[in-house]
């Protein structure tokens, strides 16, 4: 299928505090919108548009052509130049709106529809090649999981409610892959703020499948996250 991909990088990155919008912060002499879009741009795409604040537009595009440029050289694509399938537009105030204005920009010839948060920088393109494949196979929308690790407890201010049973839960991720039809008809339909697009999806009545995550996938939320990806990156350079 011809795949469109929606990286959204509007926000501002409260929970960081970096003192600027989290894309744009350095993870090493790269930023994590630079390092999100490296898995982007590996995999296989036919249109790639990045959401980002209004005032950073002009260096999304920049960081989008130097990542697409340097994937060409080390793989150059049969049809063309990957800086061709760039795309950037402005994000809105939340996140939801933010993919609302990306899917906005998508060519009519898209027929599979990846969202996915840059603030996941370091997802490895295994996961995109995963998620495109169940969305092919199943014309469902998926969502990549992990299983959770921590006990859980329900609770009720300080007291402790109940114990939670896990085993039914699972962690989401992205980026999460839809056909494109069915997820545009989802966002004409949205009457609400959903948490993810999954979400979106099914209270429209879309069905929703899953697949394998990964744990280089998590998203950079607080300065602890930041640090892991500064680690992750420098052990995989050492
Ligand atoms: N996002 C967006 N537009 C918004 C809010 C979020 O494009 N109005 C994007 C972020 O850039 C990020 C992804 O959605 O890649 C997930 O959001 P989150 O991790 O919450 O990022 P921020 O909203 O920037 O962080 P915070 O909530 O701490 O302010
Ligand atoms: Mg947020």
Do not use: C, M
């Amino acid at each position: 299928p011809r795949v469109g991909i929606v990286v959204v990088a509007a926000g501002s990155g409260e929970r960081l505090g970096a003192g600027a919008p989290k894309a744009f912060v350095g993870i090493d002499d790269h930023s994590i919108l630079n390092h999100a879009l490296r898995g982007v741009f590996r995999g296989p795409v036919a249109q790639v548009v990045v959401v980002a604040p209004a005032e950073r537009a002009g260096d999304a595009l920049t960081e989008a052509l130097a990542v697409a440029d340097r994937t060409d050289a080390a793989a150059p694509l049969p049809s063309g130049r990957r800086r061709d399938l760039v795309h950037v537009v402005a994000g809105a105030a939340t996140r939801q709106g933010s993919v609302a204005a990306g899917l906005g920009a998508l060519w009519a010839g898209i027929e599979v529809v990846l969202v996915h948060d840059a603030a996941r920088a370091l997802t490895p393109p295994e996961v995109f090649e995963r998620v495109v494949a169940a969305v092919d196979e199943t014309g469902a929308g998926v969502v990549p999981v992990l299983p959770v690790v921590d006990t859980l407890k329900r609770v009720a201010g300080s007291d402790v409610v109940e114990a939670v049973d896990r085993a039914p839960l699972a962690a989401a991720q992205t980026p999460q892959g839809f056909p494109r039809d069915v997820l545009d008809a989802a966002y004409r339909a949205a009457a609400a703020e959903f948490t993810d697009d999954t979400a979106l999806v099914a209270a429209a009545g879309g069905r929703i499948t899953t697949v394998p995550g990964h744990a280089s996938a998590f998203k950079i939320t607080t300065p602890a996250d930041l640090e892991r990806a500064r680690s992750l990156v420098q052990d995989a350079g050492a």
